[in-house]
């Protein structure tokens, strides 16, 4: 990984406002949709198409790429807006969200869209995904790394802690989990909901390299990752502490913006408020 200079650091959190942006727009267009995972999640999926994955999006099926799976399927317009930002396809094509036989399902499907490694719905099943291609690159030889999206309410279902037990059995170090930890689901919080704290602690006791961090803190998150790339012999999870609709202040730490897109007066607001956010970066370059 390249050393992230304090330029290019400017120019991934300009980039992640047009994530932001092509989220909102991406929901609007598609009237259905999940904006608070979608938004919090914008700077780190900025950095990893950004700055920390080895990938070509001119050659999507690249075989030395990083793997990068995203478990919590429903957040798929973040996983869209950066693949469009970054090159994979036009930014346009974000508008079909949704829309019949577009390459742009609610949860990304692998036939449609080059470089989504798998296809994602059922909470839980991602890093279970994940331990598969780490397992098998460590049997072929193969130096890629895999990155396993999740949301922290996925960590309630059974099938996850299985994939944490394979996982440090088999010493995956090329495995690397991120946890969205906004401490929200569909009907409230995590804690209320399905308590998981400590949850640093349970991944320690399942022999884990435990890294928690800032995920609106580009720099910090690209540190984070650079630590966890150190460690041999263990697989690593960084919890990622983030604040559901980052960037939209009507939706900052609101639950009932998980699973709904804003209408057309809700979007224009978010959209003036990140340009706003835009010209504030632009003031300090």
């Not at 036939?111 to 291609?133: D, N, R, W």
């Not at 130096?143 to 059974?158: L, W």
Request: proline share 5%; hydrophobic share 40%; aromatic share 8%.
């Amino acid at each position: 990984m390249q050393t992230l200079t304090p330029q290019r650091l400017r120019e991934l959190d300009f980039k992640a406002t047009d994530v932001r942006e092509g989220i909102i727009r991406a929901l609007l267009a598609a009237g259905s949709g999940h904006s608070a995972g979608s938004l919090d999640m914008a700077d780190i999926f900025t950095a990893l198409y950004g700055h920390v994955m080895r990938h070509r999006p001119e050659e999507p099926n690249w075989p030395q790429r990083d793997r990068l799976l995203l478990s919590c399927g429903h957040i798929a317009p973040v996983r869209y807006s950066a693949m469009a930002n970054f090159g994979y396809f036009p930014v346009d094509e974000l508008l079909t969200l949704r829309k019949f036989g577009t390459r742009l399902q609610g949860h990304p499907e692998r036939v449609s869209l080059p470089s989504v490694e798998t296809t994602s719905g059922p909470l839980g099943e991602g890093l279970a995904q994940g331990v598969g291609m780490a397992q098998a690159a460590k049997m072929d030889g193969a130096d890629f790394r895999v990155y396993v999206v999740t949301s922290d309410a996925e960590h309630q279902c059974g099938l996850h802690w299985e994939a944490m037990m394979t996982a440090a059995k088999f010493k995956l170090d090329n495995l690397l989990c991120i946890i969205d930890r906004n401490f929200i689901q569909i009907d409230g919080s995590t804690e209320e909901i399905m308590p998981l704290e400590p949850l640093a602690d349970k991944y320690r006791a399942f022999n884990w390299e435990v890294f928690e961090c800032d995920g609106h803190d580009i720099a910090a998150f690209v540190a984070t990752v650079e630590r966890a790339q150190a460690v041999k012999g263990k697989p690593q999870v960084i919890i990622a502490k983030t604040i559901p609709g980052k960037g939209v202040s009507y939706m900052e730490g609101d639950y009932t913006w998980h699973g709904k897109p804003p209408n057309a007066e809700q979007a224009k607001t978010a959209l003036a408020e990140l340009a706003a956010t835009r010209e504030r970066i632009l003031a300090h370059v």
